[in-house]
Each structure stands twice: as structure tokens, then as C-alpha cells.
């Protein structure tokens, strides 16, 4: 297993709600993507943050907003949660200046009823 | 915009067989193609990558093909066991000093014993 941790593991919110998911990077790596993996799909790039910036963003809207702290720890928020915001959401982490390779964390289970 | 194709969505191969899933790409400034192998609840993990610069790299039962000039690339496990019975993943990361990493639609590998 990596070293990236998420949590919460799973998450019930209601249409309309924000969410805030956590995420704890590998140590040593200083760049953290988020994404999306709907059912039977494969992750959606969101976004990326390296050295507490944003450093590219997929096609999802400006509700989906994100955070890195100091020791690289990193948020996702979603405000105004939909239906369809209903997914996995993974974390990846990894060295920009570095390898190429990123490690995903076990993920959070968003469900939006 | 960016674009990931991978085929086939469902694979079913007989234990010792071998199996292919192939991939196309459409930024030509991709320079980074990891594969992930997903089971069932976890989280994607990297079962081998390929840069740009190289043709073909192996790691056992598991090689990878990269044709740059027509943006394929290629997974094979040979002598396939029961284990490898997963989701599979292609992705391809954006070149420009970009990280955005463009994943697959995926392919359910089975594999009969």
C-alpha cells in the first residue's frame, strides 16, 4: 500500500450541501492531483496542486476548489453538490521535480441524495 | 480538447493466455503513459509506465508498447492467472511542463481457471 491516506472513507451529503475531503500525501512528495471516478469509469482529472498552488485544472466548474497546506496535505471542496457529484474521489500524490509516477490514496465515497 | 481511448471495454481470456488492451492518445505532447491495474473497492496502483523516449519496456508477464508516430500504446500479460482479473487503466500525461494526466475508460480483464 502507499502512504497517501484519505478520509473520510465515505460520505452521505444532501443536494445543494458542501463537502470538504481530506488528503495526506506520501512523504516526501510535494505535488497532490485530485480526482473524480464516476461508476464503471476511469478518474477525471480535476485538478493539481504543487507547493500549496494550483498547477492545472481539468474541465470541471469553479465549485470544485481545492487547498494545499505547508506539509503538503491537501483539500477538496465541493460546494452546491449535484446528483451527478456522486462519485469516488481519488488523490494522488507525488514529486513534480522528480519521478513520474504518482501513488492514489483508497479514496472517499461521495454520495449525493 | 485532450482524449484517452482504450479498447477493449471486456476482456475475457482463459488462465495461461495471454492478453492484450490497447490504447490511443490524442495530445501528441504526451510524454508519460502509466497503466493501473484496479480491483474491486481499491485504489488504482501502477503496474508499469512508459516514457517517450522508449519503444518497449517489460517487467515479467507484463510489457508495454509506445508508437509515438500513430499514439498507440499497448498492454500484454502473458501467461495470465486468476489474479490478474482487475480493471486495467491506460493514461497519458501531458507534455509542456503540464501534469494533467488523461485516463481510459478502462477494461474489465477476466480470467477464467
Known amino acids: 500500500e502507499t502512504g497517501v491516506t484519505q478520509s473520510p472513507t465515505h460520505l452521505i451529503k444532501t443536494r445543494g450541501q458542501q463537502v470538504t475531503l481530506r488528503c495526506s500525501s506520501q512523504?516526501?512528495?510535494?505535488?497532490v492531483s485530485w480526482y473524480q471516478q464516476a461508476l464503471g469509469q476511469g478518474p477525471q482529472f480535476i485538478f493539481q496542486?504543487?507547493?500549496?498552488?494550483?498547477?492545472g485544472r481539468g474541465n470541471f466548474p469553479p465549485r470544485f476548489s481545492g487547498l494545499q497546506f505547508p506539509n503538503y496535505s491537501s483539500e477538496l471542496n465541493v460546494n452546491a453538490l449535484e446528483l451527478d457529484d456522486s462519485a469516488l474521489y481519488l488523490c494522488?500524490?507525488?514529486?513534480?521535480?522528480?519521478?513520474?509516477?504518482?501513488?492514489f490514496g483508497p479514496g472517499t465515497r461521495l454520495t449525493v441524495t | 480538447g485532450e482524449n484517452v481511448e482504450q479498447h477493449p471495454s471486456t476482456l475475457s481470456v482463459q488462465e495461461g493466455d495471454s492478453a492484450v488492451i490497447k490504447c490511443t492518445y490524442s495530445d501528441s505532447a504526451s510524454n508519460y503513459f502509466p497503466w493501473y491495474k484496479q480491483e474491486l473497492g481499491k485504489r488504482p496502483q501502477l503496474i508499469i509506465d512508459?516514457?517517450?523516449?522508449?519503444g518497449e519496456k517489460k517487467d515479467q508477464r507484463i510489457a508495454v508498447t509506445l508508437n509515438k508516430t500513430a499514439k498507440h500504446f499497448s498492454l500484454h500479460i502473458t501467461e495470465t492467472q486468476p489474479e490478474d482479473s482487475a480493471v486495467y487503466f491506460c493514461?497519458?500525461?501531458?507534455?509542456?511542463?503540464?501534469?494533467?494526466?488523461?485516463f481510459g475508460a478502462g477494461t474489465r480483464l477476466f480470467v477464467k481457471a
Open positions: 493514461a497519458a500525461r501531458g507534455g509542456g511542463g503540464g501534469f494533467k494526466t488523461i
Open positions: 512508459i516514457r517517450s523516449n522508449v
Open positions: 494522488a500524490s507525488s514529486t513534480l521535480q522528480g519521478g513520474d509516477e504518482q501513488y
Open positions: 496542486y504543487y507547493r500549496e498552488e494550483e498547477n
Open positions: 512523504s516526501g512528495h510535494n505535488t
